[in-house]
């Protein structure tokens, strides 16, 4: 038996759900429209050695890469429904790949996504995702939606993420909140509910992928005003705390990126209720352009640099 | 500038169409959806090295890219609309990415397909792409709706692009057959319009990716009967028989891929109509199992072998 067989045994046992019309194992999947919401596509691709450590084990490799693109959907306040994975892989290794299935399927499941689609591929390992979701037109969240006087919000702590991949890169000696921070680089956590929850309250929205001034950023440039940020509101967890220097740790929040939290934007009168949905107001939309940080522009911080180069 | 920065100004600056709501440059985007159709999504990835060889020139790299994702669409007779595309590549090179969206865009201009989302990331080259198109899905052709009895046909001719990726390969003496051996290579057919034309008449029906033999047995498998091929009806290129003697271009058009040609099982009735389309009738379906070519059983012929293994 070919060594791919078994990948595409898998893809052909996945099952069916309400909508699905035809999965994985014919030219192309049909799912059925529904008339009064409107589809949702992101796709977002990462590769050995550039977006994860090739060493990384086959599970947090698959449930990460679900659950980066999921964050995008909940980004926009849509709803996680469908989603193709294109996998290339060096060789067909069937441990490598049950393992892999085992993150991905868990991370699908947690995200109520279904695979449709998949194409295997022998290379360079990577990983791209293309996922579908669904919502009310009227409800979905762009970063183009903030306004001047807004509040800026973030859900969950910063710096995590950024600290873990750090620490598995290094050779730091093992704690548990450094295996805690780990953690949240390997599972990025899945705010979809969250989103859902408080789109009605909130003005532009992203997730934080990139680090957090890049990202709001994003917002700023596309909402064509500015952003300060107040950097000793900055949520930070206690294991990031008890592993790095406060210094460190807010640089770590300012400009690491991967901890696929939710950004948002939103009127004063909105943010007690955000506060008690579980997010921070972390600074304010003012009149002109570009992100500042405590009035000050960082240099440099143009955001996440993925840690390594592919020489391919 | 970023390297990258040029790629993704061509992202942004990707025009929006009708039915998308929010094309590139939000965390997704967001198609409007259709309440009488179905939804077709496909996915396929291209490694170089793989799916072709590293030094082809990067319009051909586009231009595949895209159609062979096309012909999954057209293989359902789905109307391509939407597309986006996951870029990986080793550097952000402005003259190789202008080549490779001229590539990308004429074929999607000719697939009347729009690029709804993109993610460039640095790695080892791979494209992937995930095509939505949309049907009525009373029309969409499975492969698993032969019937014993059923013809097998097939359009266009068979061969031409296995053998052009050979003499890609080679260092055979060009001629004006073999460049257009290799502009088959580099240039699928589309047979969309063919496809919805032909939807009304035919039973299942695929594209020839994997080689004749092989999609045959995809059908063969799918609608649980057997299919034998008659290898002396099987349409044959001027160019291919110019190139290489018979036996060696009937062995390209049985086992060789990449042709993205219409494979499809039609009763007898509508075989007049098939052939005024183009088609050519070249097999039968019959009780039992498997793949025949005249007959007997190919050794060794289970399709398309990718030509080389990258060794990432």
């Known amino acids: 038996m070919d060594e791919f067989a078994l990948i595409k045994q898998y893809f052909a046992s996945v099952g069916h759900r309400r909508g699905v019309d ?8 049909v799912i059925s429209a529904r008339s009064a919401e409107s589809w949702v596509v992101a796709t977002d691709t990462l590769v050995a050695g550039v977006h994860f450590p090739e060493s990384e084990p086959a599970d947090a490799i698959g449930y990460r890469a ?13 709803q996680p429904r469908y989603c193709t994975l294109a996998l290339t892989v060096p060789n067909g290794d069937p441990a490598w790949f049950e393992l892999f299935i085992q993150g991905f399927t868990e991370a699908a499941e ?3 996504l279904a695979l449709i689609g998949g194409d295997t591929t022998r290379g360079p390992m990577s990983i791209s995702i293309t996922v579908i979701g669904s919502g009310d037109p009227a409800m979905l969240t762009r970063r183009s939606d903030a306004a001047v006087g807004d509040e800026l919000l973030v859900s969950g702590c910063l710096g995590d993420a950024a600290a873990g991949l750090t620490l598995l890169l ?25 989103a859902a929850a408080v789109a009605a309250l909130t003005g532009a929205a992203i997730d934080v992928s ?8 994003h917002i700023a440039a596309a909402s064509q005003l500015a952003i300060d940020i107040d950097a000793n509101r ?16 807010l640089s770590l929040a300012l400009t690491g990126g991967d901890d696929y ?3 948002v934007t939103a009127p004063s009168a909105a943010v007690g ?31 996440y640099k993925h840690f390594g180069h592919a020489t391919g």
């Open 22 to 29: 035809i999965g994985v194992g014919d030219d192309a999947a």
């Open 66 to 78: 679900v659950a980066v693109n999921v964050s995008d959907l909940a980004a926009m306040a849509a």
């Open 110 to 112: 947690a995200g109520d």
């Open 170 to 194: 290094g050779d730091g000696s093992p704690s548990v909140h450094a295996e805690r921070l780990v953690q949240r680089f390997r599972r990025p956590p899945n705010r979809v509910a969250l």
């Open 210 to 217: 990139d680090g957090l001034v890049a990202d709001a950023g």
């Open 234 to 249: 900055i949520p930070l967890s206690a294991d990031l705390l008890a592993v790095y220097e406060r210094d460190a740790a």
């Open 261 to 263: 939290e939710l950004l």
């Open 273 to 303: 209720a955000l506060q008690n949905a579980g997010f921070t107001s972390i600074g304010r939309c003012l009149a002109g352009s570009g992100v500042t940080v405590n009035g000050k522009a960082l240099v440099g911080a143009d955001g």
